[in-house]
């Protein structure tokens, strides 16, 4: 019903910057996206969120990187960016693209959505 797809990964050096984007292809006409996000996950550890943002534009990030993350949304084309400035090693992970909205149908069911990930290297 909605396929998240990411692209922008790759091999960076520590101190750069990169951008992901993310572009959800929705099927059917049912469906409402409200939240849009990005989260990581490095070898042997949790996948955590690094920020998120509704359709209103409320945006929620993690504290560790809340200074270096910027996170925009195009609510028309169902896309959400993520800038991530001045890379370290710790920001080494696959990064999936995650949505969140209801489909409308007899009743109102929520669905969770996740892209493939696309891996993000951190070079010093």
């Known amino acids: 019903q909605v396929q998240p797809v990411e692209s922008g990964g790759g091999l960076v050096q520590a101190g750069g910057f990169l951008r992901l984007s993310c572009a959800a292809t929705v099927s059917g006409s049912s469906f409402s996206i409200n939240t849009m996000g990005w989260y990581r996950q490095a070898p042997g550890k949790q996948r955590e969120l690094v920020a998120e943002i509704s359709t209103g534009g409320s945006i929620n990030y993690a504290e560790s990187v809340k200074a270096r993350i910027t996170i925009t949304r195009d609510n028309a084309k169902n896309t959400v960016s993520l800038q991530i400035d001045s890379l370290k090693s710790e920001d080494s992970a696959v990064y999936y693209c995650?949505?969140?909205?209801?489909?409308?149908?007899?009743?109102?069911?929520?669905?969770?959505?996740w892209g493939q990930g696309t891996q993000v290297t951190v070079s010093s």
């Open positions: 995650n949505v969140h909205g209801h489909s409308y149908g007899r009743s109102v069911s929520p669905g969770t959505y």
